[in-house]
Structures are given as C-alpha cells and as structure tokens.
C-alpha cells in the first residue's frame, strides 16, 4: 500500500470517518521523493532512536522506521491514533505516543529508550511540523538542551528563511541568531504547496539543524545573550545605541561605553550584527553587570 498516495489517504479518512484539523496544522505529504528527501537527509541508521513531531497518517514514520533502530512518534491528535496503529502495524519498532510534543519532556523519552537500548546511541528528529508552532517546537528543543543530534524538519518557507538567514537582510532576525547559536543549519529541499493533502496558502522547505556540541562563540551568561538579541530585534528599526539602553537596567551613556568595548557603532541596527558582534554586547553587559554589584 502507497500510504502517501492521495487515494489511500481518502480511504483511510473515509474508513475511520477522520476529518484533517486545520487548526493542528494537518497537511498530510503525497510525494515519495520529498518524504525521501528528508529521511535521508536526517541520515539514520540502525543504532538511532528517531523522535518524530506529527506523524500524521505516518508515511515518514515508516520510512524512518525502516532504517532506525527504534522510533517514538508523538502524535496529539487522539483520532489518528488507531489509524496509526493500523499503518504501521508492520513495524514492531515504532511506538505512537498521544501526546502535545510542546508539553512533553523529550530528554525522559530518550534517557528511556536509551535505558533499555544501549547499542542506540544517535538520536534525530524529525518531522512535518505543525506550522501553527514551528518556532516553539524547534525552540523547545534547543533551548532545553535535548539530548539529539540533528533535527530535519519541514516547515513554511518564510520560518525557513529566516532560520538561515546571514545578517544583513530583512529576514535576519531572534530567530536566525537563536538558531545558528545552536546548531550548524542545512538547506534540504524547497517543496511546493501542491504536494500536500489539503494544499496550505504557502510553500514550504525542509532544513536539517545540527546540535552543536560545542557553542560557536564563548558567553560568559546565556540569558544576557538572549537579552541583547531581543532587545536589538524588539525594536529592530531603531539605532542600537536607542534598542538596547534600558536592558538589564542599563542606561544611556553605559549603553554607549558598551557598544564602545565591543567594537559596534552606536547607529548601527541589530539586523547587521553577526552572532560574535551579539556575543561580544552579552560579554560586555555581563562585565558592566559584575562591576555594578
Ligand atoms: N507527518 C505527517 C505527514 O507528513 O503527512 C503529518 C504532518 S502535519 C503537517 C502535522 C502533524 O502534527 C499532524 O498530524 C498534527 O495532528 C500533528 N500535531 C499538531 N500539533 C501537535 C503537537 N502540539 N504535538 C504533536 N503533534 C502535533
């Protein structure tokens, strides 16, 4: 059974009197060549436990099961779970868990199966992420340090490009930085609406982040880092020197000794600044901070 085609997606809606949700952000892929696109690009093997966000109907959970040595999919919507169960029921090494992957503790899924499975060492992600909450997905996951090695994942076009953005654009922006903080980031494919069962208003691209395991630049205090960052972008129209006096209770002319250390004009804007430029600001302000005390 083709589990992507478009006739059996229709069956199994009609079987199990399934009805797609807009509102979890339900477009089910239909295209072989995109769904192999992003399983070999998340490179699994045999020793990976794979974590997969929204497994739908489940046309990248049996792929991927195919070549991982297990898969924990987590699925919120209750009504797909027994379709699940059925489209995968070849597979004893898959488990569909019913869950909010935003509300679920990842790194207790793997410290788990790892447990139990030692020979898995590597873990990948991936995904067709609900669009409604690529960010905070993608965020969660780096932010609580989850314990994977990449994340390959299809998203809208626009979070795409403004993933990997370099400075300097409009799409630069929180996001980019936050992101390429974290991870080494890989174009994978660009993918047209049409492929998807209902069509989304937009296109859509698959990026593959890879978890460093050594940050890209050396700060001295992480939330003062993301401090700068949401200033600077806050207010992203504004001169650097306006954008981040008043961070962290820092006035005027300390904003400007600040900018002075690091090297940065005052009128530049935040959407110029390199990730070292930002980390330099957060080494600075910790500095200014530690000598207030
Ligand atoms: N992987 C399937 C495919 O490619 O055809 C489905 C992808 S669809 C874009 C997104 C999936 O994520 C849906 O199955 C939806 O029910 C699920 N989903 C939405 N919000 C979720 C959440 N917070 N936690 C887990 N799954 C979620």
Redesign the pocket.
Known sequence: MKL?AKSTIREIKDKHNFKL?KS??????TDKNIIDKIIEAADITETDLVI??????????AEAAQRAGRVVA????QN?IPILKETLALYGNVQVVN????KTDLNEIIKGVQAENAELTGVKII???????TTP?IMKILEEGTAADSITV?MQKEVADRIKSPPGGKTYGAISVAVQYYCTVTDVAKVPRQV?IPEPKVDSAVLRLDIRTEKSVEIEDERLFFACVKAGFGQRRKTLLNSLTGVCGIDKEETRGLLEVANIDPIRRAETLSIEEFAALANGLFRILREKQ
Do not use: H, K, R
Request: glycine share 14%; proline share 5%; hydrophobic share 50%.
């Open positions: 992507y949700s979890l952000g339900q477009n089910f892929l997969e966000i929204g497994p739908g109907i489940g046309v990248l959970t987590l699925e919120i919507d797909l869950a909010d992957v935003l995904g067709n992420l609900p669009y409604y909450i997905i299809m998807f």
